[in-house]
Structures are given as structure tokens and as C-alpha cells.
């Protein structure tokens, strides 16, 4: 959401971008009310459902992500704070909010070369609204990840590397 709303902004020092799961200003389910802040309360639950699927694939790879996160000892985020979460909930709200006109029209504007990353079974931002990007990003290309929900470049990790470097290199 922050880069496009860069990119349109400030096209001038945006050159490339690359967006991971999300979607259009304005999107399908873009507003998340079904979304609340004391699922913070077990964060290793919250990722489990929110960024891998139910198959035993996509489990066993959110348990290595698990995993990779509790390797770094030094120099760790602090955990997000319920005020924070409440604060970006809001603001992710805000964006998702379908506009009264011209609802796709920003996007029009954004020529950067743009890749559109998702995983085809994400239940935080509806794989339509990567298509929804596609579709109006005039400068676009979509990689949809099979079995993946909103962690689908984490569980494609190695494959995901590979598409951003091909891209970043141009």
C-alpha cells in the first residue's frame, strides 16, 4: 500500500516496485473488519493462519519460517505494541475503503515497471485484488504462488528470490 501510494507520489524516486500481497486502494475486502488486534495476543497462531495454508506443504513451511525467525538473537524488533496495531489497522482501513469515484484511477498513473507477488489461496488480501492490480497497473506482471496464503513469498522463498532478481535486473 506505502509503495504505491510512493510511487504515485514521488514517481521520480521510485524505479521499480515490488508488491507482496496486498492490493488496490479501494479493493475487494480491502477494510478487514473481521480483523481484530487481540489476535495479536499469539503471534506464532496469527502467522500460522494468516500466511500458510492448511495443507501439510504449506504447514511445514510456515513452521521453518517459525523457525528462521527465532534464529536472530541480536538486534530483534521489538514486538508491536496493541497501540501501533490498532494505528495500522486503522490506517489499512482507510486505504481499503472503496472511493466514492473513480475508484482504480491512481493506478493509471503509477508507470513504474511494478511486480504483483500473492499467493492464490490468501485469506488477508483476496487474490482478486493482485488480478484488480494487473489489470490496472499499466506496467505490470502478476506471479500468483500455488497453495499460498499472505506469507507466499516466504514459503516460495527460493523460487520468489529467483522472480525478484530476474525482475530487479530488468
Not at 58 to 85: H, T
Not at 148 to 160: N, T
Amino acid at each position: 500500500m506505502i509503495a504505491q501510494q510512493l510511487a504515485f507520489e514521488f514517481p521520480d524516486m521510485v524505479r521499480r516496485i515490488i508488491l507482496l500481497g496486498t492490493g488496490p486502494r479501494g479493493g475487494e475486502g480491502m477494510t478487514f473488519t473481521e480483523l481484530s488486534v487481540d489476535e495479536l495476543d499469539n503471534p506464532a497462531s496469527l502467522l500460522m493462519h494468516a500466511f500458510f495454508t492448511q495443507s501439510d506443504a504449506s504447514k511445514a513451511a510456515g513452521r521453518a519460517y517459525l523457525g528462521q525467525l527465532k534464529l536472530r538473537a541480536a538486534d530483534r524488533d521489538e514486538p508491536v505494541s496493541r497501540q501501533a496495531a490498532i494505528a495500522q489497522l486503522d490506517s489499512i482501513r482507510e486505504w481499503g475503503a472503496i472511493p466514492s469515484e473513480n475508484r482504480f484511477a491512481m493506478l493509471g498513473n503509477i508507470h513504474q515497471p511494478t511486480l504483483i507477488v500473492h499467493g492464490n489461496k490468501d485469506v488477508v488480501v483476496m487474490p482478486i485484488n493482485a488480478f484488480l492490480l494487473a489489470e490496472h497497473l499499466p506496467n505490470a506482471q502478476l506471479i500468483m504462488y500455488p497453495d499460498a496464503s499472505h506469507g507466499a513469498q516466504s514459503q516460495h522463498a527460493e523460487v520468489f528470490l529467483e522472480h525478484a532478481r530476474l525482475f530487479l535486473n530488468g
